[in-house]
């Protein structure tokens, strides 16, 4: 079998994971050749990310390392080191609300303990304060009526008022926002990885087979009959993670695969309308997690609103075998997601169906909405999967903690006996266990993007 390159590491998957590793493995000595099926980096679900960058979570570790995500963005060019020709990706801070109801309690109550052992800051607004920076007076004329629980469109009482959970307040965390341009983003790590000289990219393959040699990673072989000689293998397929585990594990010698927590695809859409009249939502706009109606919303260039779903109970969820296989025109969801912002938002103008607009994307999800950045039962083959939906933000540190695990491993120490305590450098508060990212662990009880 002729070698068509060797490296240290190989990383399957070119999105802002597979990148993010790659550029903290070849700072840190290693050679790294990554492996993509697109013609670029960033041509995934990457690049359908909604780019939300957020510091709550119902995990503290979640949270622990959302907040060490912030800071890393805060410094983004810093953190590229080398001149991009198209600019670098920017983070726009907007902050976030989430409107204290009974039905966002326990999810407030959860994230505002954790924001307060962190030091991450927070406002209680009370109903006047709300309706003064956020109600149909203020710029961006939001209702602030009770309008759950969130329906199906079909359902004889979409729209229909009959909550009594009005909005007592609100709490706003400043520190949020979001970044427009995820694309831009790995395009800027792809070329601080270049700048390294120590990182490849084949475009146009796929892998096919690992490649074990005394049941320990030796490489992969690709597509077009070729391979690559790796002692490390890195699995960041995004969607696909759960096919290339399957490929993996199906090698000659491979050991069972011992995986408690698994990935799956999951079809997504996203939807955009245009700002209601005389709302400037792109400059006044916030992002909001609304329990009431079931969506996620945040600003979007060209004085549009992005909404995205937070999965509501109602909703039925579109888990696919294969992501390569996912509808690509919209289903009602997409609908009913403009018609629960319109419940939001009154003034809203619903668009035709000559002007509809959106994405859809496949998230690559694990059961409990948490990532796992871990090794595997295979010698030297390593995962960072389930990271679609709320990992964008954490791109860089996530990096810069599979490179660290990589490290540990072939120096001998055992990830599962002796996690390794992730220290939080950028934001200085303290370390996190990434034990909660492991394959081996209990679910967090967590059944939302919301993670």
């Known amino acids: 079998m002729a070698l068509r390159a060797v490296a240290d590491v190989c990383v399957i998957g070119g999105g ?82 989430i409107l204290e109801q009974k ?4 999810f407030l109550d959860t994230i505002t303990a954790h924001s307060d052992t962190i030091g991450i800051s927070y406002e209680r607004l009370d109903r006047e304060e709300t309706e003064r920076r956020f109600g149909p007076e203020s710029p961006i004329r939001m209702s602030l009526q009770a309008l759950g629980p ?19 307040g609100s709490v706003f965390f400043p520190q949020s926002g979001y970044v427009s341009d995820p694309n831009l983003a790995v395009n800027n790590l792809r070329m601080a990885c270049e700048a390294t000289g120590r990182c490849s990219f084949l475009f146009g393959k796929t892998v096919t087979e690992l490649i074990l040699q005394s049941g320990k990673t030796a490489g992969v072989k690709l597509s077009d009959g070729s391979s690559v000689a790796a002692s490390a293998v890195l699995n960041a397929a995004g969607p696909h993670s759960s096919t290339v585990n399957a490929m993996a594990f199906a090698a000659d010698g491979a050991p069972p695969n011992d995986q408690i927590i698994n990935t799956k695809p999951l079809r997504v859409e996203v939807a955009y309308v245009n700002a209601p009249p005389g709302v400037n939502f792109e400059r006044d706009g916030i992002i909001m997690i609304d329990f009431d109606t079931g969506v996620y919303i945040r600003p979007e260039v060209g004085n549009k609103i992005l909404i995205g779903s937070i999965e509501p109970e109602c909703d039925h969820l579109e ?31 619903l668009p035709s169906a000559a002007n509809t607009q959106g994405i859809i994307s496949c998230y690559d999800t694990t059961p409990d909405w948490t990532p796992i950045y871990d090794k595997s039962a295979i010698p030297g083959y390593f995962m960072a999967i389930g990271t679609s939906g709320n990992q964008f933000k954490n791109c860089a540190n996530a990096g810069a903690l599979i490179a660290q695990l990589i490290d540990r491993d072939e120096n001998g120490i055992d990830q599962d006996s002796d996690p390794l305590q992730f220290e939080l450098s950028m934001s200085g508060s303290g370390s996190v266990n990434t034990k ?4 081996l662990r209990n679910e967090t009880g967590v059944d939302s993007v919301l993670g």
């Open 16 to 97: 802002v994971m597979g990148t993010s590793a790659a550029l903290m493995l070849a700072r840190g000595g290693r050679s790294v050749c990554v492996i993509e099926p697109n013609r670029g980096v960033g041509l995934g679900s990457t690049s359908f990310s909604s780019g939300i960058l957020r510091t709550y979570y119902s995990v503290l570790e979640s949270t622990q390392f959302a907040w060490e995500g912030y800071h890393y963005w805060q410094h983004w060019a810093e953190h590229i080191g080398v001149c991009d020709d198209r600019g670098f990706a920017k983070y726009r801070e907007t902050g976030s609300i």
């Open 103 to 106: 039905v966002a309690k326990p």
């Open 150 to 168: 969130p329906r199906r469109l079909d359902h004889p009482e979409f729209g229909v008022l009959t909550s009594d959970d009005e909005p007592t």
């Open 319 to 349: 888990y696919l075998n294969n992501p390569d296989e996912a509808s690509s025109g919209f289903s009602e969801m997409h609908t009913t997601q403009i018609m629960r912002l319109a419940l939001r938002f009154p003034e809203v103008q």
């Open 436 to 439: 909660r990212f492991s394959r």
